[in-house]
């Protein structure tokens, strides 16, 4: 069945930058809008950006417009997450999921398949 499987996190320095890979198996992802969702302790799970099957329509919460970029390469079966001006409070494990929707719904539309996620470090 399909699986995700997020790669590239890391420990960077404030201001630094990082890319984020949601490499998919088992399946194909070009049915499915794709979110990056984090999660920090203490702190509820954020929808950070979403990327669209269809026309490959993004969004982005406001805590990272202007900073992260969402892409996917459908060929490739992945979607990418490029991270930049990284700031400490952007220190979360970062996870992408898939939902059964071309388009990209509100943040908590029920994703049907999660991965497992990748810890991402921002501090000096």
């Known amino acids: 069945q399909l699986q995700l499987v997020e790669s590239g996190g890391g420990l960077v320095q404030p201001g630094g930058s990082l890319r984020l890979s949601c490499a998919a198996s088992?399946?194909?992802?070009?049915?499915?809008?794709i979110g990056w969702f984090r999660q920090a302790p203490g702190k509820e799970r954020e929808r950070v950006s979403c990327?669209?099957?269809?026309?490959?329509?993004?969004n982005y919460a406001d805590s990272v417009k202007g900073r992260f970029t969402i892409s996917r390469d459908d060929a490739k079966n992945t979607v990418y997450l490029q991270m930049n001006s990284l700031k400490p409070e952007d220190t979360a494990v970062y996870y992408c999921a898939a939902e059964y929707e071309y388009y990209c719904s509100g943040p908590d539309y029920p994703y049907f398949i999660w991965g497992q996620g990748t810890q991402v470090t921002v501090s000096s």
């Open positions: 088992g399946g194909t992802l070009d049915a499915y809008a």
């Open positions: 990327i669209a099957s269809i026309d490959h329509i993004t």
